[in-house]
């Protein structure tokens, strides 16, 4: 079952230009994750925001949660080229610890063009 | 990718075969997973193996079945009752054994039914 949602499905930017992507989720959570997919590839994790905190920063990234509105947002400042890829955010719902599962969303399409 | 490794990155079956993906990693990881992944889509969950010799079915485990003899290798065996089975396969690995974790994916193999 799918919990995250992103938004837009496809997000076309200029090179320097900021590219924010959204998440939102229908249940309660213990934490967030963004992960980030090249055409054909694995995805690689970025950044993980558990539900006590509302913003976290790694480089070029950062993270918000508003649990009271179930959604997160991933903005990337002076986007590049290569950051041309899919976003996907994955929410950790459960509530006891061998059930707890990473739930993925459908993504979102990033294009940055030079 | 890490230390995931998968092969082949490209596979062809005919209707009616059993074909094996591998997946292997060095990380040391307790838990191992299995997704598809079909175009413009999210990863569905088909397998996960929180330690040796013990396996869970996830979201789409009909058609798959799963062996998890040593620590570092989770072999997926797409048999002839998958239906649909054309889609890019992810294998990851997390540290702990909870699934909701952070993961760590391989490369992908992409499998094609002729």
């Known amino acids: 079952s799918q919990q995250g949602e992103e938004d837009p499905q496809a997000l076309s930017i200029q090179e320097g230009e900021n590219a924010t992507m959204n998440c939102s989720y229908k249940t309660s959570i213990n934490n967030l994750q963004w992960y980030r997919q090249n055409s054909g590839r694995g995805l690689v994790h970025l950044i993980l925001i558990r539900s006590n905190e509302r913003e976290k920063h790694s480089g070029r990234l950062r993270v918000t949660l508003d649990t009271s509105k179930k959604s997160s947002s991933l903005l990337i400042t002076a986007s590049r080229a290569a950051d041309t890829a899919s976003y996907f955010c994955?929410?950790?719902?459960?509530?006891?610890?061998?059930?707890?599962?990473?739930?993925f969303g459908s993504g979102t399409q990033l294009t940055v063009l030079p | 990718d890490g230390g995931i490794t998968q092969s082949p990155k490209y596979l062809f079956r005919k209707e009616g075969q059993n074909v094996t993906l591998s997946c292997e990693q060095n990380?040391?990881?307790?838990?191992m997973y299995w997704y598809r992944q079909d175009p413009g889509q999210g990863l569905r969950l088909i397998y996960y193996?929180?330690?040796?010799?013990?396996?869970q079915k996830g979201d789409i485990a009909e058609g798959y079945s799963v062996s998890r003899e040593k620590k570092e290798s989770f072999p997926l065996t797409v048999t002839s009752a998958q239906k649909n089975p054309t889609a890019f396969y992810l294998c990851a690995s997390s540290i702990g054994k909870l699934r909701a974790d952070t993961q760590y994916f391989g490369p992908g193999t992409r499998l094609t039914v002729l």
């Open positions: 990380l040391n990881h307790d838990a």
């Open positions: 193996s929180q330690i040796v010799n013990d396996f």
């Open positions: 994955a929410t950790d719902e459960g509530s006891s610890g061998s059930a707890r599962q990473l739930t």
